[in-house]
């Protein structure tokens, strides 16, 4: 079985500054990571993915995540948030092979303050 | 591409009515699925389908029936709604694979008097 933890439920902070969201999985095979981001009143999108390789990968609007198989976690992070980046943000793992189910996060809100 | 569209938007029902879900996906993606989102629960998934005329039970199938006769819709019924049934409702698709990422729809507002 696998399980997603997201620590925080709620992150405010203030524009320009940076964020860090955090997800810690548990696994005990291979797993493909997910980070989904949901604006208010709509559905999930994704924002990126982590399949093999590079363990740092990259989103267009600037968020950035690292897998640490080590330390079974995807933390996602930015630099410099902006208001248009309040949103809820989930963390979603899925194990390899045939179809395997995809277990979320309890998702973060992320409340960026003008 | 109108991607993934769910039907109604919004909807109240009194206890033991029943009413069906409509999801639609043009992007000729093999999976579909259901999920609720309620409160500090994340996304739970009710039922499945990994392909026209197949469905399976999800984490939380108790109430909900599901169909997919043609491989661009799905549809989720309730037969006799409850008002621990009150939540958002989402559909997903995707292609076949787990390295796939899901689409989702815009959800749907379900409360249960």
């Known amino acids: 079985a696998q399980s997603v933890t997201q620590l925080d439920s709620q992150v405010p902070v203030f524009e320009e500054a940076p964020v860090e969201l955090r997800c810690n999985y548990s696994?005990?095979?291979?797993?493909?990571l997910f980070w989904y981001v949901q604006y208010p009143n709509q559905g999930l999108q994704l924002l990126l993915k982590?399949?093999?390789?590079?363990?740092l990968v990259e989103s267009i609007n600037g968020f950035e995540a690292e897998f640490n198989k080590s330390q079974t976690s995807f933390h996602l992070r930015k630099p410099s948030v902006h208001i248009s980046d309040t949103a809820e943000y989930f963390c979603?793992?899925?194990?390899?092979?045939?179809?395997?189910?995809?277990?979320f996060g309890t998702g973060t809100k992320l409340q960026v303050i003008p | 591409n109108a991607g993934v569209t769910q039907t109604p938007k919004f909807r109240v029902l009194k206890t033991g009515q029943s009413m069906t879900l409509l999801c639609a996906q043009d992007?000729?993606?093999?999976?579909m699925y259901w999920y609720r989102q309620d409160p500090g629960m994340g996304l739970r998934l009710i039922h499945y389908s990994v392909g026209e005329g197949t469905t399976a039970k999800g984490e939380v199938p108790d109430g909900y029936n599901v169909s997919r006769l043609k491989k661009q819709n799905f549809l989720l019924g309730l037969e006799s709604a409850a008002p621990s049934q009150t939540s958002v409702y989402f559909c997903?698709?995707?292609?076949?694979?787990?390295?796939?990422?899901?689409?989702f729809g815009p959800g749907t507002r379900l409360t249960v008097t």
């Open positions: 992007m000729n993606h093999e999976y």
């Open positions: 979603a793992v899925r194990r390899s092979g045939g179809y395997q189910k995809v277990t």
């Open positions: 982590y399949l093999s390789g590079s363990t």
């Open positions: 696994s005990s095979v291979s797993v493909y």
């Open positions: 997903a698709s995707s292609f076949q694979g787990a390295r796939r990422e899901q689409y």
